[in-house]
């Protein structure tokens, strides 16, 4: 080999070096910007916790309103009402198919799909309650933000995982805020539930503003829960999704034990 070849050799590789380095410090092209829900996720689908819970809002649920139906002197004048996605039926089999893709799978727009042909489970506990408050002679009203261009395909939903009272009056879909939806329903009935994964379905100072002020309200409203607004677990989306951790601000010390 002559000093050429070498030195040409010696020059190809230190250039071709720092594109090594490069590529191996860039992020994999297999990297799923989205990963960070799969623990949420992964609590929301799979965790025993997330069924407990589940079941104990609805046993608590079901303790209030037998209280309101004994008090009532006509249990026909009562109305419970409650939200669908992830307080009625579990949709994470659609969000854990976007994760599994890298899609991000609160951007809504493989929702329109799932509406139409998704197969979502019942929540554990919902199906025996409302079915408790329909024998009860309580009016069900479903209300949720739902297409209500899409309404034909949500009740067929409902109807085929049996629930009572699925009427196109009784599902109130996206259209007006729910507190107005809401207002519907307790212009003829009092409304002695409200049941919901997110706290706008229980009040209209929840929609849409900074998270201190949502602390603020649930403070204040410290009597409400478990009483007249029963809150669902939901660890895979929520307004609360980009919000900053708060770390301790310790060093970090490694002490097995």
């Not at 949709?91 to 994760?99: C, E, G, I, Q, V």
């Not at 079915?131 to 009860?136: F, S, T």
């Not at 805020?177 to 002695?192: N, T, W």
Request: hydrophobic content about 45%.
């Amino acid at each position: 080999m002559t000093d050429k070849r070498i030195w040409l050799g010696l020059a190809a590789s230190l250039l071709a070096a720092p594109l090594a380095f490069a590529d191996s410090a860039a992020p994999s092209k297999t990297e799923c910007s989205v990963a960070e829900f799969r623990m949420g996720l992964r609590f929301q689908q799979q965790s025993a916790e997330i069924q407990a819970l589940q079941l104990q809002a609805y046993n608590i649920a079901t303790e209030k309103l037998d209280k309101a139906v004994a008090a009532a002197k006509d249990p026909a004048k009562l109305a419970i009402v409650t939200d669908l996605d992830e307080t009625v039926i579990d949709n994470s089999a659609l969000l854990a198919r976007d994760l599994a893709n890298c899609h991000q799978y609160d951007a809504w727009d493989t929702w329109l799909p799932w509406e139409r042909d998704g197969t979502p489970a019942l929540i554990p506990g919902a199906k025996k309650f409302l079915e408790h408050a329909d024998k009860l002679g309580v009016t069900i009203r479903y209300v949720s933000d739902r297409s209500e261009e899409q309404k034909k395909y949500t009740l067929a939903t409902l109807s085929k995982l049996g629930l009572p009272q699925v009427s196109a009056d009784s599902v109130l879909l996206l259209g007006p805020p729910k507190v107005e939806r809401r207002a519907i329903v307790s212009a003829d009935h009092q409304i002695v539930l409200l049941l919901g994964d997110t706290l706008h379905d229980f009040d209209a100072r929840f929609r849409k503003t900074p998270l201190d002020a949502q602390r603020k309200t649930v403070a204040e409203e410290a009597g409400k829960w478990g009483t007249e607004w029963i809150v669902f677990p939901n660890a895979g989306y929520g307004t609360w999704s980009k919000a900053p951790l708060q770390g301790w601000d310790a060093e970090t010390v490694i002490e097995p034990w």
